[in-house]
């Protein structure tokens, strides 16, 4: 078990630019989750994958945000025309989302290391 | 709707202190609670989870009690360590929908020798 991956783990790039993140979740876990930490905050939920549909999206996932997971493994997410007030860390986190034996592991969620955004 | 409180930081304590860090919540139903440690430049860790009233998580001995009455899951640890010094997250989950996690703001702790 490898653990929840993402690439790049920095990204600086210019207003306007677009970005692209990558989030390999745990092998096997069907739900893949974004969120967004800004200094000093807690992470805020952006949205939701089971298995390859997204099921839910935050408010905060403005019209230049999209997720796509396809075949259900691995996820992306893009920012078009990025603003500074997107700078932030954008965490994915992965669960199985079912019992596990004597463990319920139905809403345990496992984050990966992040991607830190910064917009100049 | 959900949301969760956490005592404000930072805290900065002694080795081999105790440690107290409060957490309340308010959300419909019974959801499931979590803290979570992040270390510097690191994502987030699952410390402990509860996922019923008077349900104890503990882990690294750090503990944390489900407290329907109180809706509180305060964590705890009798003897802290340097290497404990990390910001530490309490969250819910209310087991329904999409189990998206809703989290306080972090409680930043330093533990000096």
């Known amino acids: 078990d490898t653990g929840v991956s993402q690439d790049p783990r920095h990204k600086i790039t210019k207003r306007g630019q677009n970005v692209t993140f990558r989030c390999d979740p745990i092998s096997e876990h069907n739900r893949l989750y974004w969120y967004r930490q800004t200094l000093g905050q807690g992470p805020e939920f952006l949205t939701y994958f089971q298995n390859e549909a997204q099921l839910e999206k935050s408010r905060l996932l403005s019209d230049r945000f999209s997720a796509e997971r396809p075949k259900g493994s691995f996820s992306t997410l893009e920012i078009q025309r990025t603003e500074q007030g997107d700078s932030a860390m954008y965490l994915c986190a992965s669960s199985l989302g079912r019992l596990a034996g004597p463990k319920d592991e139905t809403d345990t969620q496992y984050f990966g290391p992040g991607t830190r955004l910064t917009v100049l | ?113």
């Open chain 2, 1 to 113: 709707g959900d949301s969760v409180t956490q005592m404000e930081g930072p805290v900065t304590l002694s080795e081999e202190a105790f440690l107290t860090i409060n957490c309340t919540y308010t959300a419909t139903g019974y959801p499931s609670l979590f803290w979570y440690v992040q270390y510097p430049g690191e994502g987030l860790q699952l410390l402990l989870k509860a996922t019923k009233a008077d349900d104890k998580g503990s882990n690294k001995g750090f503990e944390a009690t489900y407290r329907k009455e109180t809706t509180s899951f305060h964590l705890e640890k009798g003897s802290v360590q340097v290497s404990d010094s990390a910001v530490y997250f309490c969250a819910l989950s209310r087991r329904a929908g999409s189990y998206q996690l809703t989290f306080g703001k972090g409680t930043k702790l330093s533990v000096i020798p």
